[in-house]
């Protein structure tokens, strides 16, 4: 059974950090590109960023590139999401995706339940 | 990186059918046959219902069915059942990133 499980959200300060983690299961983590998404309070989804198989490409929204830094640990099975000076508008559930793909991300067929993201003084 | 545009919300009685749109632009929707369909509960992790415009993952009900028009794609989802409530999201891959749209909550009166 696939899973994903998301970890490391809370409460930040304005200009603050938080690292994301997304523990994977049941499936050949280095086999696919993964990627984060986030829903802010009473809004769409909104993709952040993705990460290929092998780690070696990575792709941000503008809105996160420059602050926020994605990575992987295939020895852990563990997605992970490095943020930094996080703003108000960081405030979302952040969920991490499988994508269908080595890759391109194009297909998420399995999701996480997300991690809430607060940033607030 | 503008996201999709959807309905915010539709609604039909159970056993009809009702269609949601997704527009985009030539650079995402119109440019690639890779339009995804997600539903999710609130709460729950999103569930992926139709990817590459028309193809359904195992385990979901073809009730379910996926097109695209030019810059348009649509979800079509047949015979309403109450869980189908949900808000459902379509998704674009644009190049070197993915766009989504805003959401549509379906609601089966």
Known sequence: EVQLVESGGGLAQPGGSLRLSCVVSGFTFRSYAMCWVRQAPGKGLEWVSGISGSGSGTNYADSVKGRFTISRDSFKNTLSLQMNSLRAEDTAVYYCAKSTAFTVMTTFDYWGQGTLVTVSS | ?109
């Open chain 2, 1 to 109: 990186q503008s996201a999709l545009t959807q309905p915010p919300s539709a609604s039909g009685s159970p056993g009809q059918s009702v269609t949601i749109s997704c527009t985009g632009t030539s650079s995402d929707v119109g440019g690639y046959n890779y339009v995804s369909w997600y539903q999710h509960h609130p709460g729950k992790a999103p569930k992926l219902m139709i990817y590459e415009v028309t193809k359904r993952p195992s385990g979901v009900p073809d009730r379910f069915s996926g097109s695209k028009s030019g810059n348009t794609a649509s979800l079509t989802v047949s015979g309403l059942q109450a869980e189908d409530e949900a808000d459902y999201y379509c998704s674009s891959y644009a190049g070197s990133n993915v766009v989504f749209g805003g959401g549509t909550k379906l609601t089966v009166l």
